[in-house]
């Protein structure tokens, strides 16, 4: 029996193994991953990976690192099932014991029904791991392809943004009438669609995918209103679905993800972290009523040390708590986002308004307002600015007081632009 098993050799995984080891923890550890890779950074895939010449390898650890760490890694082999009561993981067909179990098996892209879109055609692709990623990169590199993407959020933005600056006609179909509209608020998914727009990549809206064409290669893209769109590499990116199928047959309560409560905890020494784990995050309490599933690297990273240094010592088993940040990279733009953009029913309505720099300028801050509180902030090429509101959303700041900080940090940025 392992004292911890980690299911998921992603990044909530290698931080849970790291965690408890730079604790102290000595007991055993199995980190189970369903890729034969070692665990590898998620967020280069859809950015420098596609676009340098020349790529940094994105694995965390080599294996020598891992061995100091003494974990024995079952790697290529998906987790097959879980049995709370007798605390086993199905893995490769044998069952692997724990005295405690952090779930990390994040989510899948989700891809376009079989009846719009042939599963085994050529030229279409989801990204996700890092095979997907390298696959992408060929397809980009392969004469001067015509590419289409589905899904304007932020993973799909990120590849048009790279196709696009390799000097590809890119065109992005999204369904809903304002991008980004449930990560941002709809002023802000306006704004954000505008960088797309000053280069030169066709942004459609409203517009749902009806069939794509092609009998072993992908040819076009056909909408619903009959517009047809030349395609030689049609790139998916329509959300993802947390990897929860293995658990179907478990006691767990899975919902979007798996349940847990505050501590992340999903059953008896079981913990869930990362992009499949929801849970109830306190600090947004007054404007959510629902729990929280988060697809970020500083969640992921932060829950999954969590989970684990729980898992192995849940009598002192501590909550999570969190204000959500996320960045993406668009052409030569960063985009950086704190907090949440949007209440549940029942708490007042989430108003935004900019407090730095112009949607017109390209270059902003905007901040998000709940009844009387501050609980969001988005920065557009602004970089030093956002984690100042982070900050102030962890301590339930008020509205005044996120006022307050912009203008200081107003002045701060004239005083520097008067000295230089």
Known sequence: MADLVVVGASLAGLRAVEAVRNDGFAGSITLVGSEEHLPYDRPPLSKEHLGDDDPRDPTYREREKLDELDVELVLGAPAEALDVENRTVTVGGRDLAYSGLVIATGADARPLPASVCAPDLAGVVTLRTLDDSLHLRDLLRDGTPRVTVV???????EIAAVARKRGLEVTIVEALPVPLVRGVGERMGRALTAIHERHGTTVLTGASVEKVTGSSHVESVVLADGTEIGTDVLVVGIGATPNTAWLESSSLTVDNGVLADETLAAAPGVYAAGDVARWPNALFDDVLSTPMRLEHWTSASEQGALAARNAVDPTSAKP????PYFWSDWYESRIQFVGVSRADDGH????????MGSEEDGAFVALYRSGDRL?????????????????????????SDGLEKAEERRQRAAKKAAAS
């Open 348 to 355: 007042p309505e989430v108003e935004t308004e900019v407090v």
């Open 151 to 157: 899904g304007a959020g932020f993973i799909g933005s």
């Open 375 to 399: 609980v969001g902030a988005l920065a557009v090429d602004k970089r030093a600015e956002v984690m100042q509101y982070r900050r102030l959303i962890l301590n339930r700041a008020s509205w």
């Open 320 to 323: 999570y708590e969190t204000v």
